[in-house]
């Protein structure tokens, strides 16, 4: 409790002083800034690709705290409290928050949006980002905005719309700014020798009106396909399931790569929902991004178009997926790609 | 089990085949003279209102099924279109061309019209294509205070007025259990919609379509978000092709990805 005052005192002296400072410019703004980042967590253990919206914060200037809330989250909250420059980590404890059902968790951000008087609240552009986020903006009466890939200031935020066909820059007047960011547009933060207080939040146990039934999750040994170095994709060209795995999972393999799959692949059977690659499914920027059978229509550039090398194996050399590909190669992928996991694997 | 009402909002988007252009001064996107068409993501929650009503999948039957639109005159097109897939009525609230309402003034709009027209089911989109911002129907459920399943690849309804939904999330799928009323959005997998007819489309001409204004419901298009700029993103530059998987290999080792 002692962190706790000794953070938030300063911040309400400060914010006292701030309509008379308004007009001493960017410095002293910054010092107002504080921003609380929203970690997801499953089982206790912290989801590594959720402290990028520290990575956010910290470029936003001003304090960083972090937020981590579910049964047994002290471990969690004790990691990110090693992220450098991250000044107090507020954890809730309680197993009502487990899974993230927006009806409690929502109001609970808002609780302790509002204690903390936050001017900027982060999460990431993922499926727990996405449902919790706008409901929070709601209650809080604040417009999001969701999925930046830049900031430019405190209030002026780069995002992508018509799935990455142009980019929108927006400036907010909400007093509160609510963001998601995607992932891959900052740069992954790594815990590491800070040490940040962590303090308890305040929990206004709201009454749920949902309840969580059951998952079914990808059990997968590759590296997760939002947070990968590498991605090797399949498409339509795959032409069945057992393809698919039989042509790709070696080929993954050889390289160390995630799965991913274009809409075409995965509607059709050959691979997992989750494993989609487009603007309807997961946005991946990997250093090496390898389409396999995919054509490249607009729906799945937008998913990895940001990716640092794109490679594509078709047999169609006009596919539009040539004109983003750093390196095409035009042939029969079933051919190809065995080839080529042969010659990955023996070098 | 109470009787359903639905409220299905659409948004009417430049079609989803069309490759956006920015226009000449980076403000916006160029719309005059594209093709738009139903926001694909509300497509699916048209249909799967009337597949609820046809297949008799709530217990307590399907009472109404109202689309509604904010947007300019040409939004009716869409409306036509839902009343043609099987929407009994629908709502057009006048918005004019270029004053887009932002999500948190849609779902202010929606907790309004889903109180007035005492819905106590609102199927949305995920998102919509043009702005992606995936918030609407969050912020209604928010705001109205209501349960609600994003992103939902299948429905069931059982006694009491519970509903389960299965939710696509990342790596896998979850299933929640929540009573009316609710805010489901839908996402790719949860059907296919159909083609209106053209027996339909002839019928949707002579069903029920309100003409309402943002002043009707009390509320004015207020702007949270200021658009300073409009760009095209940095083109992408293909590297041209290798003749073999010996190319290729040697190509990704130059390239620093191998």
Not at chain 2, 12 to 36: C, F, L, M, S, W
Not at chain 2, 64 to 82: N, W, Y
Not at chain 2, 220 to 236: D, G, H, T, W
Request: with cysteine; charged share 25%; aromatic share 4%.
């Amino acid at each position: 409790m002692y962190a706790l005052a000794k953070c938030s005192l300063p911040r309400r002296v400060v914010g006292l002083l701030s309509p008379a400072n308004a007009i001493h410019g960017t410095t002293t703004r910054s010092r107002l800034l504080s921003t609380l980042a929203i970690l997801e967590q499953r089982d206790g253990q912290l989801n590594q690709g959720s402290l990028n919206a520290f990575a956010a914060a910290k470029q936003l200037g001003g304090t960083v705290h972090g937020f981590v809330a579910g049964s047994n989250v002290s471990a969690a909250a004790q990691e990110a409290a090693k992220v450098e420059g991250v000044d107090q980590v507020i954890k809730v404890d309680s197993s009502a928050y487990e899974k993230g059902l927006p009806e409690t968790y929502a109001p609970l951000l808002v609780e302790n949006i509002k204690k903390g008087k936050y001017t900027h609240v982060v999460a990431g552009h993922t499926a727990f980002g996405k449902n919790l986020l706008p409901r929070v903006a709601a209650l809080l009466d604040c417009q999001q905005i969701s999925d930046i890939t830049a900031i430019e200031n405190d209030k002026t935020f780069v995002r992508p719309i018509y799935a990455g066909n142009a980019i929108a820059t927006v400036e907010s007047s909400d007093s509160v700014k609510v963001i998601t960011i995607r992932g891959t547009a900052f740069a992954a933060v790594t815990p590491g020798s800070g040490s940040a207080a962590v303090v308890d939040g305040v929990d206004p146990k709201a009454d749920t009106s949902a309840e969580w039934v059951s998952e079914d999750l990808a059990k997968s040994d590759r590296p997760d396909l939002g947070t990968a170095s590498k991605v090797v994709s399949g498409g339509r060209g795959l032409k069945s399931k057992d393809d698919f795995d039989r042509v790709m999972l070696p080929l993954a393999d050889a390289l160390g790569a995630a799965v991913g799959a274009s809409r075409a692949a995965v509607d059709s059977g050959y691979a997992e929902n989750s494993l989609q690659v487009g603007q309807t499914g997961k946005v991946v920027a990997p250093e090496l991004y390898m389409a396999v059978g995919i054509s490249g229509a607009i729906q799945h550039l937008a998913g990895m178009k940001d990716s640092k090398v794109i490679a594509a194996i078709n047999k169609d050399a006009d596919a539009p997926i040539f004109q983003v590909a750093d390196v095409g190669l035009v042939g029969d992928l079933f051919e190809k790609v065995p080839e080529l996991t042969e010659k990955l694997k023996s070098s | 089990m109470s009787a359903l009402r639905i409220l299905v909002p659409v948004k009417r988007v430049i079609d989803y085949a069309v490759k956006p252009r920015v226009n000449k001064a980076q403000t916006a996107v160029e719309t005059a003279g594209v093709k738009h068409s139903m926001n694909p993501f509300d497509e699916l929650s048209v249909e799967e209102s009337v597949r609820i009503r046809e297949k008799k999948r709530a217990p307590g039957g399907v009472e109404d099924i109202c689309a509604i639109s904010a947007g300019p005159a040409k939004a009716q097109d869409i409306l036509r279109t839902a009343m043609a897939m099987g929407a009994d009525r629908a709502i057009h609230v006048d918005v004019k061309e270029g004053d887009d309402l932002e999500p948190l003034a849609v779902a202010k709009l929606l907790k309004k019209a889903a109180e007035e027209q005492k819905s106590n089911l609102v199927i949305l989109g995920k998102q919509s294509i043009d702005d992606d911002a995936n918030q609407t129907g969050q912020m209604l459920a928010g705001l109205l205070g209501w349960p609600q399943a994003t992103q939902a690849s299948k429905i069931e309804f059982g006694e009491g007025d519970s509903v389960s939904v299965t939710k696509e999330v990342d790596g896998g799928v979850e299933t929640i259990r929540a009573k009316l009323p609710m805010i489901i959005t839908t996402d790719l997998r949860l059907n296919e919609p159909r083609y209106a007819s053209l027996p339909n489309i002839m019928k949707a001409k002579k069903k029920k379509l309100d003409k309402k204004t943002l002043k009707d419901f009390g509320l004015e298009n207020e702007k949270r978000l200021k658009v300073l700029k409009v760009s095209e993103p940095a083109p992408r530059q293909g590297g041209g092709k290798v003749e073999d998987v010996d190319g290729l290999i040697s190509k990704l080792k130059e390239l620093g990805a191998l």
